[in-house]
């Protein structure tokens, strides 16, 4: 029987994607065509800033009305709002609108202070019943425009980094898999996250039988308790551990190994888990082989010695 694959937990790279999949300049010109909309406007558009606070975009309509609206200077522009009810006499001597009587403008900016872009909104006649309410509302709407871009960006970012992190856990598992011991890799929780193809060779089995606390399962049960509990010791106080234990080999044999094991630590200091590497060293203790008699322990309940050959 084939068992679906657990739905509750989408996996948050999908779900960033979707984010950047969904068409973004339409949506923008839907927003646009509500500004013009609300303030029975022939001219409302977004001006796109790049790199420098350049213009590298300008989504709605009357956009060719940019070059004329270019008397407000951008620099004043993302200073702050600006406002002109009556260009015959609200602007600076020496400037000019054009045929534009009216211009207002909203910055979209982030709320860490990136610039987005600019909201426009202008027409051929004045407006001086333009109120410091319809200016708000302006300014309204430029920041649901920009909270939709910078949830685009966090996405975008997000996505970024943890496709970065992605390509780092599958070299490290490359580099992992070619090492001639085994070794094994957990999360903050103590939960094992990873265990490297000689750590699988040695156990005879699958992966999902080592992950979270399956690994200690392999553990002599007459030695279960202490190891899990020294292991545990150097995981709560975040150090390094050595520990003795005999594990159960594919082949049902018990082998008497070394752990040792070292704390991981993020970039900001912060506790990340556990790496650790196991080495068989039965034949360095003088019993080069240990076993439970037949398919039982000894009648003693302990692990005995038993020569080669």
Not at 63 to 81: S, V
């Amino acid at each position: 029987m084939v068992v679906a694959a657990d739905q509750s937990r989408p996996d948050s790279s999908s779900y960033l994607q979707n984010i950047l999949d969904a068409p973004e300049h339409p949506d923008l010109r839907r927003l646009t065509n509500l500004v013009e909309h609300l303030f029975q406007v022939p001219v409302a558009y977004l001006a796109l800033l790049g790199a420098g606070d350049t213009v590298v975009a300008r989504i709605g309509n009357g956009t060719e009305y940019a070059a004329c609206l270019g008397a407000l200077r951008l620099d004043n522009l993302l200073a702050e709002p600006q406002l002109v009810r009556d260009s015959a006499c609200d602007l600076p001597l020496g400037t000019d609108l054009a045929d534009l009587r009216f211009a207002a403008s909203a910055l979209l900016r982030s709320s860490s202070g990136v610039h987005f872009g600019i909201l426009v909104i202008a027409d051929r006649v004045p407006r001086p019943g333009f109120s410091t309410a319809d200016f708000g509302a302006l300014a309204d709407l430029a920041g649901i425009l920009a909270g939709k871009m910078e949830l685009r960006m966090i996405a975008s970012l997000a996505l970024e980094s943890e496709l970065s992190l992605r390509d780092t856990e599958q070299r490290f598992r490359g580099i992992a898999d070619c090492a001639p011991v085994p070794l094994i890799y957990s999360r903050a929780d103590g939960a094992c996250l990873f265990v490297n193809q000689a750590w699988l060779v040695f156990s005879g089995r699958k992966v999902g039988q080592e992950l979270k606390r399956g690994w200690a399962s392999l553990i002599h049960p007459d030695h279960r308790r202490r190891t899990v509990a020294e292991c545990w010791r150097a995981f709560e106080a975040h150090r390094p551990f050595t520990v003795n234990a005999p594990l159960r080999r594919h082949d049902g044999q018990y082998r008497w190994t070394l752990g040792k094991g070292a704390p991981r630590f993020r970039e900001d200091g912060s506790f990340a888990g556990y790496v650790a590497c196991l080495i068989d060293i039965t034949e360095y203790r003088g019993t080069p082989e240990v076993h439970t008699c037949g398919a039982a322990r000894c009648p003693c309940g302990r692990l005995c010695p038993l020569p080669l050959g």
